[in-house]
């Protein structure tokens, strides 16, 4: 947006001094908006939506686009309350959509139901990164029948960034993902720890951090997984060492908008193993790019990691075909280009939050 001559403000919650100094280093200009992650309440909604407001009405732009859940909702309804042409932008069903009937996540998709219809009907344009959001969305009348929606591959991959890497000689696998429930990290564990107790020179890696949601994996299950010989590396602000180090990456997740990970191991030559659900089975050609794995099935998982320890050849071929897939696919600068369609700043210059 900022090559192509257009004002931008970029918003977010608890932005620190490196992320605000690279943001202005681009052109841009950070601003600190008050958002809490955790929580639905009223009254949070109700101090965040005025100051999204008070931030659009200081900035008067022609755009506004928000993403992932509360933005959508706050920038939805504040951006047509000020009259500015509203985009939003759908990263994933989220927690509040995934399965599940714990009273917490009940009360989380009712709410976020309403919200979303909300600024939803308020939105000009809205914008999914697969088919089965878009479908979960009509179906739940979260989208009225006439709003003007469109597919995007996820958020692209910078394949000069995550270029190639050589593989290890041995077969390795990693897993990158905040350590949640619905992220797969239990079955990726069970899976983990019986491979390793069947091969023990094989290398298994994770990369992430304990989320304080109550989703999270308790840390004495994080502990067992360590003492089982699991190398666990903690958050890492550049994962392409990482990547580096493995011939295959692996992300059980139930339900993604499109996993960025899986796109940075794909751009890097890496297989991938993920599971048959929404935004991840896009990513990958199932028996060509990878394997395809059944949802919450410890069993599935651990044999599709066997298969590249008892035929280690597959990573080299099929990782060379995720490269590939990801040139076709998922280019940053093509997705990029779309986005910019979308937002109607392919020409003008203009004002954009």
Request: aromatic content about 4%.
């Amino acid at each position: 947006m900022i090559k192509a001559g257009h004002t931008v403000t970029a918003a977010a919650p608890n932005m620190d001094a490196a992320t605000s100094e690279k943001l202005r280093s681009m052109g841009a200009q950070p601003v600190d908006v008050p958002l809490s992650n955790a929580s639905l309440s009223p009254r949070g909604l109700v101090k965040s939506l005025a100051a999204v407001r008070a931030l659009i009405r200081e900035k008067s732009p022609d755009v506004v686009l928000g993403y992932t859940i509360k933005p959508v909702i706050l920038s939805a309804i504040a951006g047509r309350a000020e009259g500015v042409r509203v985009v939003s932008l759908i990263t994933g069903a989220g927690y509040a959509f995934t399965g599940g009937l714990e009273p917490k996540r009940i009360i989380s998709r009712a709410v976020a139901s309403l919200l979303y219809r909300i600024a939803l009907t308020r939105s000009d344009v809205v914008i999914f990164q697969n088919r089965d959001d878009e479908k979960l969305f009509r179906d739940l009348r979260l989208v009225s029948r006439n709003r003007e929606t469109h597919i995007v591959n996820g958020s692209g991959i910078d394949l000069r960034h995550f270029a190639p890497a050589p593989l290890p000689e041995k077969p390795a696998f990693l897993m990158i993902a905040r350590l949640l429930k619905d992220k797969g990290i239990r079955e990726f564990a069970e899976a983990a720890k019986r491979l390793k107790a069947e091969h023990p020179k094989v290398e298994i890696s994770l990369v992430g951090f304990r989320d304080p949601s109550p989703d999270s994996l308790p840390k004495e299950e994080l502990d067992e997984l360590i003492r089982c010989g699991i190398d666990f590396k903690g958050h890492l602000a550049d994962v392409r060492p990482a990547i580096a180090e493995c011939s295959v990456y692996v992300l059980p997740s139930y339900r993604e908008g499109t996993p960025r990970s899986v796109l940075e191991a794909m751009a890097m030559g890496r297989a991938i193993i993920t599971t048959d659900v929404p935004g991840c089975r896009e990513t990958v050609r199932d028996g060509e790019t990878g394997f395809l794995v059944k949802a919450r099935d410890a069993n599935s998982l651990h044999d599709a990691m066997e298969r590249f320890v008892d035929e280690p050849a597959l990573a080299a071929t099929m990782g060379t075909r995720a490269r590939r897939y990801a040139e076709e696919k998922y280019d940053v600068v093509e997705v990029n280009a779309k986005l910019l369609q979308l937002m109607g700043l392919s020409d003008a210059r203009k004002e954009v939050a």
